[in-house]
T-cell receptor, first 111, second 112 residues
Framework: GQSLEQPSEVTAVEGAIVQINCTYQTSGFYGLSWYQQHDGGAPTFLSYNALDGLEETGRFSSFLSRSDSYGYLLLQELQMKDSASYFCAVGGDQAGTALIFGKGTTLSVSS | DVKVTQSSRYLVKRTGEKVFLECVQDMDHENMFWYRQDPGLGLRLIYFSYDVKMKEKGDIPEGYSVSREKKERFSLILESASTNQTSMYLC???????????FGPGTRLTVT
């Protein structure tokens, strides 16, 4: 089976840095993705790590350690608009596989 | 821009009715997916398809079926709707082998 663990809630203030961790157990691993979902909206893609290391995209970075079955999403210079749910997901490499999502982390950014 | 559209934003059906949810994507993606999202449970995969007429069960296929007759269209069918199928239903699509999925706006289905 497959399972992903991430914290259910994180709170932070504007301008701060927050890290959302994700640990996974999968029968076959191809990559770790991150998605953002605002209240009432659809999930939108943030990043995908297939290899170990850090990927940076503007204020957001994502890290993967395949040996530790662990990854994280790092959000810097937090803004109020970053308040949303963040989901990690594993899978996505070959035909016959699909992304499996974690239960999501709700990030609340206050001023 | 990739566009994934779903047939309805809101739908109210009665118990026992047959319900069709349609999803269309315009980016020639091989993969298409149906998820349901419930508070505290995240996104749970119902079915997915990686090619026309191909389908694979996800984590919670019971009570649902799917149809993919054309590459751009993936339908979710509730054969006999029940109240525990009240939920937000999200369709998504992606290229084969990609971790980047594009989601539709969702259909909030209420079964009374």
């Amino acid at each position: 089976g497959q399972s992903l663990e991430q914290p259910s809630e994180v709170t932070a203030v504007e301008g701060a840095i927050v890290q959302i961790n994700c640990t996974y157990q999968t029968s076959g691993f191809y990559g770790l993705s991150w998605y953002q979902q605002h209240d009432g909206g659809a999930p939108t893609f943030l990043s995908y790590n297939a290899l170990d290391g850090l990927e940076e995209t503007g204020r957001f970075s994502s890290f993967l350690s395949r040996s530790d079955s662990y990854g994280y999403l790092l959000l810097q210079e937090l803004q109020m608009k970053d308040s949303a749910s963040y989901f990690c997901a594993v899978g996505g490499d070959q035909a016959g596989t699909a992304l499996i999502f974690g239960k999501g982390t709700t990030l609340s950014v206050s001023s | 821009d990739v566009k994934v559209t779903q047939s309805s934003r809101y739908l109210v059906k009665r118990t026992g009715e047959k319900v069709f949810l349609e999803c269309v994507q315009d980016m020639d993606h091989e993969n298409m997916f149906w998820y349901r999202q419930d508070p505290g449970l995240g996104l749970r995969l119902i079915y997915f398809s990686y090619d026309v007429k191909m389908k694979e069960k996800g984590d919670i296929p019971e009570g649902y079926s799917v149809s993919r007759e054309k590459k751009e269209r993936f339908s979710l069918i509730l054969e006999s709707a029940s109240t525990n199928q009240t939920s937000m239903y999200l369709c998504a699509s992606s290229f084969l082998g990609s971790g980047e999925q594009y989601f539709g706006p969702g259909t909030r289905l209420t079964v009374t």
